[in-house]
T-cell receptor
Framework: DTEVTQTPKHLVMGMTNKKSLKCEQH?????MYWYKQKAKKPPELMFV???????INESVPSRFSPECPNSSLLNLHLHALQPEDSALYLC????????????FGPGTRLLVL | QKEVEQDPGPLSVPEGAIVSLNCTYS??????FMWYRQYSRKGPELLMY????GNKEDGRFTAQVDKSSKYISLFIRDSQPSDSATYLC????????????FGSGTRLQVQP
């Protein structure tokens, strides 16, 4: 089973709202990732968690706050977003070694009004 | 210059054609090469994974890596309308850094 699940599938929020995106995998992967993808562009890495510790933060604004409660779950907390943050937010996971491949979830399509 | 260059297309072919998708890259330190397929409004799906140079075949798909030319290819035989999607190449360094570097993606349309 190479499934990464994400909820919700779609999210509409105002600039003053607080919301969270959730990601889950049960493949025993120890590395998890958040990517942002704008239309007709490749995914852009935001955060990497390795063994539940934040290992990479690609200079993402503080209005995005990741959280890894355990090895199977990854959250992305959103607060005071801007309309330009509207995008497809993808979660991915990998086994944890250097040779690992990343498996992506279906994404959450976010619209900020 | 981008680290990974990929023609955005769209590439339109008739059903049954052989499709060739390509990426070039500038960083010779890339060692792991992947091809992802992404349908509209969906997450990328891993198709092929190759380490270093060589060929890899899986059903109708063949991935080739030529490290001397810094060039990778994905061939799709007997293309089907269901192959219509955006194909992203991705590559990774042979270090502890896990970030993937993606090409911009090629949109493929297979006409029935």
């Amino acid at each position: 089973d190479t499934e990464v699940t994400q909820t919700p599938k779609h999210l509409v929020m105002g600039m003053t709202n607080k919301k969270s995106l959730k990601c889950e995998q049960h493949m025993g992967h120890r590395a998890m990732y958040w990517y942002k993808q704008k239309a007709k562009k490749p995914p852009e890495l935001m955060f990497v968690y390795s063994y539940e510790k934040l290992s990479i933060n690609e200079s993402v604004p503080s209005r995005f706050s990741p959280e890894c409660p355990n090895s199977s779950l990854l959250n992305l907390h959103l607060h005071a977003l801007q309309p330009e943050d509207s995008a497809l937010y993808l979660c991915a996971s990998s086994l944890g070694g250097i040779q690992e491949t990343q498996y992506f979830g279906p994404g959450t399509r976010l619209l900020v009004l | 210059q981008k680290e990974v260059e990929q023609d955005p297309g769209p590439l339109s072919v008739p059903e049954g054609a052989i499709v060739s998708l390509n990426c070039t890259y500038s960083n010779s330190a890339f060692q792991y090469f992947m091809w992802y397929r992404q349908y509209s409004r969906k997450g990328p799906e891993l198709l092929m994974y190759t380490y270093s140079s060589g060929n890899k075949e899986d059903g109708r798909f063949t991935a080739q890596v030529d490290k001397s030319s810094k060039y990778i290819s994905l061939f799709i035989r007997d293309s089907q309308p269901s192959d219509s999607a955006t194909y992203l190449c991705a590559m990774k360094l042979d270090t502890g850094r896990r970030a993937l570097t993606f090409g911009s993606g090629t949109r493929l349309q297979v006409q029935p």
